[in-house]
């Protein structure tokens, strides 16, 4: 799920197919069919947003992370996308669109809030505490995803949403946005020490697919009590050192075990 940046993945190889074979620690500020072996969405998910980044220093000029409008004028994406070296965020989020680069709503970013105990476990290890606020210039009328309350049991169906690399090889971004049907995993279905209280490990119920550069901080979704989808997860990385992303699985922070965070940091800074 090599997400956590195709930017510092382009900095340190001159092909491109080396990126899919680097270990996908840093899974997802892009992702994978775009999502490695997804489908187009087959609805209108107005929550959906995208940061466009890119890092011209590093020879990448094209990209994007994935983020939900949880509030008007705020959405939630990983803590790696909006901090890192040789990140230079465009200074934009898109809001409700189907299409990476046209559509919905354009916001600028006001100010960026990464909780205090983001680690980059760049390598073999996970991200620690891979969340992030994003405060937008002015609110939007788009429709909010409600967080869930908590997350479900293991082999819970669970999707993903995502404009990242279609393909494990090479840097070719969706134009329209991606899903993935996946399903709760156990940690024990993660490489040891991966998932756990705060981070849930994330299996594709299609044969090799997962999230793949571009899809970072993108949303995984739940269905709640009304059969409406609910926000339970962010995508963060591979569940697992070394392997392409197509091949999973994926790590993805657990929203609900971050509410309180969410709660204070959203009363305490609103613009």
Not at 66 to 72: E, H, R, T
Not at 124 to 151: C, G, H
Not at 165 to 180: H, I
């Amino acid at each position: 799920m090599c997400l956590k940046s195709v930017r510092r993945r382009a900095s340190r190889t001159t092909a491109v197919g080396a990126l899919a074979v680097a270990a996908c620690a840093t899974l997802m500020t892009g992702s994978a069919g775009a999502i490695v072996n997804g489908t187009e969405s087959t609805a209108h998910y107005p929550f959906m947003a995208t940061i466009p980044e890119s890092a011209p220093s590093q020879g990448l000029y094209d990209g994007t992370c994935g983020a939900s409008l949880i509030d008007p004028q705020w959405v939630l994406t990983a803590a790696h996308c909006v901090q890192g070296d040789g990140l230079e965020l465009e200074g934009t989020v898109r809001i409700g669109s189907s299409h990476r680069k046209s559509g919905g709503t354009v916001r600028n970013i006001d100010r960026t809030f990464v909780h205090p105990g983001y680690v980059n476990g760049a390598g073999s290890a996970a991200n620690k505490d891979d969340i992030a606020l994003v405060r937008l210039d002015r609110p939007v009328t788009e429709k909010p995803i409600r967080i869930a309350e908590r997350t479900a049991r293991p082999g819970t169906p669970t999707r993903i949403l995502g404009f990242g690399t279609t393909l494990d090889t090479e840097l070719r971004f969706a134009e329209r946005l991606q899903e993935l049907n996946t399903r709760r995993g156990a940690a024990t279905e993660c490489a040891p020490g991966y998932a756990d209280r705060t981070r849930l490990c994330t299996i594709s119920r299609v044969p090799q697919a997962m999230a793949c550069f571009g899809d970072s901080g993108g949303p995984q979704l739940q269905k709640g009590r009304h059969g409406r989808w609910e926000l339970v997860g962010t995508t963060s990385g591979p569940g697992a050192p070394g392997v392409a992303c197509s091949a999973g699985p994926g790590l993805y922070s657990n929203v609900p075990a971050y509410a309180d965070w969410i709660r204070k940091t959203l009363k305490h800074h609103r613009a």
